[in-house]
């Protein structure tokens, strides 16, 4: 046994879990199985079929530390079998990445990050499992702890998707999935939200002002103001309404983007951010929680999460939490 194994073994016996998630009892090199749990006393055997040495601790909690009695032989000595004190670092790391896994939802790569220190033994760390290994074994772990309706496979085309009754609503029991464009679309969509937030949106005007195509320099940009106004505020043109010289009106076309999309006439009166910096921030924010490729079904359940933190902020808003501006980015959304 070498001299690591013991400075983390000492007198005691200590539990931890089998690659099948069952306690497991390790003791001087040596691994135990549970057999039998009555009334705070755990009867364990030696997980070899041809060992039958066994022994009793006061306890089975999974990480905790126990003194170990003998039962039948000395559970110190195998004579079948040798010891194996390195296997103990192994399994103690994929019981760690499993606890974590089970949890939390950072990525696979964070969690392997957090348990690189679990095996110090040179000799260990060659027989430890593979990095693609890791990450399956933690994929596993995140897979079977999702809700059932969450276990669906992904869709290989719009066309498939079919959302469970539980992700078309929210946690409110509200209905969060307001359009879909249907599954005969070859660009299908969704939106989700719900009614209440949508009337909580504010609704702007916007207030225009005409370039002097007289002037040179800006009849050069004549095209480009074109644009701009087709595709945002509306052509404006002229017709005649009744009989005379003066009867003459001047109308908008509906623009290809309608005003109340992108005018921030309001944000300005109201001193808030008029600059998609907050979202740009919230999407790296979420964009963290997700694993790569993350399926439809996984995107849209952490979507209603996301909705119901949504209304919990905005409970807290509306009695008597307020939200103070940090005062560099407000200076920067100022200068912008």
């Known amino acids: 046994m070498n001299e690591d194994s013991c400075s983390i073994i000492e007198d005691q016996g200590i539990v ?41 601790t006061n306890g089975c909690s999974v990480g905790e530390k126990y003194a170990v009695e003998k039962d039948n032989d000395d559970p110190k000595s195998h004579p ?3 010891s194996d004190p390195i296997r103990f670092s192994r399994l103690e790391k994929r019981r760690k990445m499993r606890e974590i896994a089970q949890n939390t939802e950072e990525a696979p790569s964070c969690i392997i990050s957090k348990c690189v220190d679990q095996i110090q033994n040179e000799e260990a760390i060659a027989q430890s499992s593979t990095l693609d290994s890791d990450r399956q074994f933690i ?83 004549n095209s480009v103001y074109e644009y701009f106004e087709e595709t945002y505020v509306g052509k404006l043109s002229q017709i005649k309404n ?18 109340e999309l992108w005018n921030i006439h309001s944000r300005l009166i109201s001193d808030i951010p008029w600059t998609t910096s907050l979202v740009e921030s919230w999407h790296n924010a979420f964009c963290r929680i997700l694993t790569s490729h993350t399926c439809v079904y996984s995107l849209v359940d952490w979507l209603r999460k996301e909705h119901k933190k949504t209304n919990e902020n905005l409970i807290k808003f509306k009695t008597s939490v307020t939200a103070n501006r940090n005062q560099e980015k407000f200076n920067i959304d100022k200068r912008r």
Not at 31 to 43: A, E, M, T, V
């Open 80 to 82: 079948n079998h040798a």
């Open 16 to 56: 931890t879990l089998s690659q099948k998630n069952c306690p497991q009892l390790f003791y001087f090199g040596q691994y135990f199985r549970l057999i039998n749990n009555s009334n705070g006393q755990c009867k364990w055997r030696c997980v070899k079929p041809s060992c039958n040495v066994r022994c009793i």
């Open 242 to 259: 009744g009989r005379g010289r003066n009867k003459i009106e001047e109308i908008r076309s509906k623009p290809h983007f309608a005003i």
């Open 139 to 221: 994929t596993r772990i995140k897979k079977a702890k999702k809700d059932d309706y969450l276990k669906i496979s992904q869709p290989e085309s719009l066309k498939e998707i079919t959302f469970p009754n539980e992700l078309i609503k929210t946690y409110d029991d509200d209905n969060f999935l307001l359009h879909d464009s249907g599954a005969d679309d070859a660009e299908r969509f969704f939106i989700f939200g719900t009614m209440a937030l949508k009337k909580n949106l504010n609704h702007i005007h916007f207030l225009s002002t005409r370039l002097d195509l007289d002037d040179p320099v800006q009849a050069k940009i």
